[in-house]
């Protein structure tokens, strides 16, 4: 049933209109309003909870108009629950990182973070302390920016592309190694193509090196996320399996502003 509404789900991705954006803003295949919807499993347990991906709304960060980007995870078992919601807010002229929340609870990780980075004076600053650090990059990016910018690049099979993005440094160099291609067949015979990749982040998260994580990305323009894996500790295997897909629309020239 759950492959039958991923199947669904990429259909409706890979036949709707384009939301690109033009007129002074980057390029992209996401849009304001874009909503994913997941599927949770954690190891042996099977499915055990739900997770998100959405492009809220846009919204003035330091006088720059940014996407407001969220992804939430939600799994729980008898002994640990993993629920995490991470928040980015994008530029929408340069695609970097200007506003970071960490609210994560992964068995026995937790912390609830708010960060302000100012690229054009290369520091970032934590709101709860006033405390300050240099950023690694001017164009710097955290797991969510990244896993929305990523929708932006030529993806090569076999290729690993290296970026020193991440706003901190001790999480560069970010890696994203193109593993393959899959088609997944439909039960009417509809092939729905996906390019799996694997990005590593120098971090304790999602993406970290032990993680071992998969994107799964359907392999046209939109780069839908419809499938992800990682390591989790005590529990083993992560999953998300995509179950709705809303696309986004384009921006209103106000916007852009």
Same mark, same amino acid.
């Given at each position: 049933?759950? &492959?039958? !509404?991923?199947?669904?789900?990429?259909?409706?991705?890979?036949?709707?209109?384009?939301?690109?954006?033009?007129?002074?803003?980057? =390029? #992209?295949?996401?849009?304001?309003?874009?909503?994913?919807?997941?599927?949770?499993?954690?190891?042996? $347990?099977?499915? *055990?909870?739900?997770?998100?991906?959405?492009?809220?709304?846009?919204?003035?960060?330091?006088?720059?108009?940014? /996407?407001?980007? &969220? $992804?939430?995870?939600?799994?729980?078992?008898? %002994?640990?629950?993993?629920?995490?919601?991470?928040? +980015?807010?994008?530029?929408?002229?340069?695609? %970097?990182?200007?506003?970071?929340? =960490?609210?994560?609870?992964?068995?026995? /990780?937790?912390?609830?973070?708010?960060?302000?980075?100012?690229?054009? +004076?290369?520091?970032? &600053?934590? =709101?709860?302390?006033?405390?300050?650090?240099?950023?690694?990059?001017?164009?710097?990016?955290?797991?969510?920016?990244?896993?929305?910018?990523?929708?932006?690049?030529?993806?090569? *099979?076999?290729?690993?592309?290296?970026?020193?993005?991440? /706003?901190?440094? +001790?999480?560069?160099?970010?890696?994203?190694?193109?593993? &393959?291609?899959?088609?997944?067949?439909?039960?009417?015979?509809?092939?729905?193509?996906?390019?799996?990749? =694997?990005?590593?982040?120098?971090?304790?998260?999602?993406?970290?090196?032990?993680?071992?994580?998969?994107?799964?990305?359907?392999?046209?323009?939109?780069?839908?996320?419809?499938? !992800?894996?990682?390591?989790?500790?005590?529990?083993?295997?992560?999953?998300? #399996?995509?179950?709705?897909?809303?696309?986004?629309?384009?921006?209103?020239?106000?916007?852009?502003?």
């Amino acid at each position: 049933m759950m &492959r039958n !509404m991923l199947l669904s789900a990429c259909a409706v991705a890979l036949a709707t209109p384009s939301s690109a954006q033009s007129g002074g803003a980057v =390029q #992209v295949p996401f849009g304001v309003g874009e909503k994913a919807e997941y599927s949770v499993s954690l190891g042996i $347990f099977g499915d *055990v909870g739900k997770g998100g991906m959405d492009v809220v709304k846009i919204e003035n960060v330091h006088g720059h108009p940014t /996407y407001h980007l &969220r $992804f939430r995870l939600d799994g729980k078992v008898a %002994f640990a629950r993993v629920d995490d919601t991470l928040e +980015s807010w994008l530029d929408i002229g340069g695609l %970097f990182t200007r506003r970071i929340h =960490q609210d994560q609870h992964e068995v026995n /990780y937790q912390r609830d973070r708010w960060y302000d980075l100012f690229p054009d +004076s290369m520091f970032y &600053r934590r =709101q709860s302390t006033g405390n300050t650090a240099p950023l690694a990059s001017a164009e710097p990016l955290d797991e969510v920016g990244f896993l929305y910018w990523v929708r932006t690049l030529p993806l090569e *099979v076999g290729k690993t592309y290296t970026f020193n993005r991440y /706003y901190k440094e +001790s999480g560069n160099p970010v890696r994203l190694k193109v593993l &393959r291609k899959e088609t997944i067949k439909g039960t009417g015979g509809t092939d729905v193509p996906v390019i799996v990749v =694997q990005p590593i982040i120098k971090t304790s998260g999602l993406f970290g090196e032990g993680g071992q994580a998969e994107v799964y990305f359907t392999d046209d323009w939109r780069r839908v996320l419809v499938k !992800m894996t990682s390591k989790v500790p005590v529990i083993g295997r992560l999953g998300l #399996v995509l179950t709705s897909y809303t696309p986004g629309r384009r921006l209103n020239p106000g916007e852009r502003k």
